[in-house]
């Protein structure tokens, strides 16, 4: 048995179009240059704070922060999907006896919300988000630490799966091998550029031939 933590946005699901309108949302209300589509996709991964350092300046992210969540609260069921392979892939990794999480830098209620939205939410052992009582985002290693404690195993015995080289940075830190899939922000060029991935797939089915042998 592995235990195996998966990212979410990028990874699971396909969640760019909420947060594009809730950046662009946010920009407005700061009166601000909108961002387009393509450039708020590319910038995701690094938590809402970092993503909107990026996109709305470091001087506007603590007033852009509060219109960014109001707006995400509101539409964030609105487009998201589970990207192709996902439910796949939890059902056959769960049915060959694996334990598996979510680790993202989602709000940890939001998570859960859209993964039982979705019907991803049945095959995870643990869900595990920020704002839990601390202010830890990947790639902290105080956070990758609460996620090998709360699914109750050792580094050694833990694998990460992500989209990002934030997700990277978060299993390097945590002494955990990590497989990308260029699904989400980076592509795969961009990932083995700015990582040492263990391994780098197209997408989940990819990745689940590949790693797993499933079929």
């Known amino acids: 048995m ?3 933590l998966f990212d979410l946005d990028g990874t699971l699901i396909d969640h760019f179009s909420a947060i594009h309108r809730s ?4 920009q407005r209300q700061l009166g601000l240059p909108e961002s387009d589509y393509a450039t708020v996709r590319a910038t995701v991964g690094g938590s809402v704070p970092i993503t909107l350092g990026k996109l709305c ?3 506007h992210v603590e007033a852009a922060i509060p219109y960014f969540r109001e707006h995400f609260a509101e539409i964030m069921y609105d487009d998201v999907e589970a990207l192709p392979g996902s439910d796949w892939l939890l059902q056959e990794l769960k049915a060959q006896g694996h334990k598996l999480a979510v680790f993202t830098n989602k709000y940890e209620t939001h998570a859960k919300s ?3 939205h979705l019907g991803l939410a049945r095959n995870l052992h643990a869900i595990i988000g920020t704002n839990h009582g601390h202010g830890y985002r990947k790639p902290d ?14 580094s050694e015995d833990a694998l990460l799966i992500g989209d ?7 299993a390097e830190a945590g002494c955990l091998p990590c497989y990308l899939v260029a699904t989400g922000s ?3 060029e961009q990932l083995a550029h700015e990582t040492n991935a263990a391994g ?3 997408n989940l089915r990819e990745l689940g031939k590949a790693l797993f042998s499933l079929s």
Do not use: K
């Not at 956070?143 to 195993?153: S, V």
């Not at 990002?164 to 978060?170: E, L, M, R």
């Open 2 to 4: 592995q235990n195996i």
């Open 23 to 26: 950046v662009a949302y946010a």
């Open 57 to 59: 300046g470091t001087a």
């Open 114 to 116: 859209i993964l039982e």
């Open 141 to 154: 290693p105080r956070f990758t630490m609460e996620a090998l404690e709360r699914m109750d195993c050792a």
């Open 164 to 170: 990002s080289p934030y997700d990277y940075a978060a």
């Open 186 to 188: 980076h592509s795969a």
């Open 200 to 202: 780098i797939y197209a």
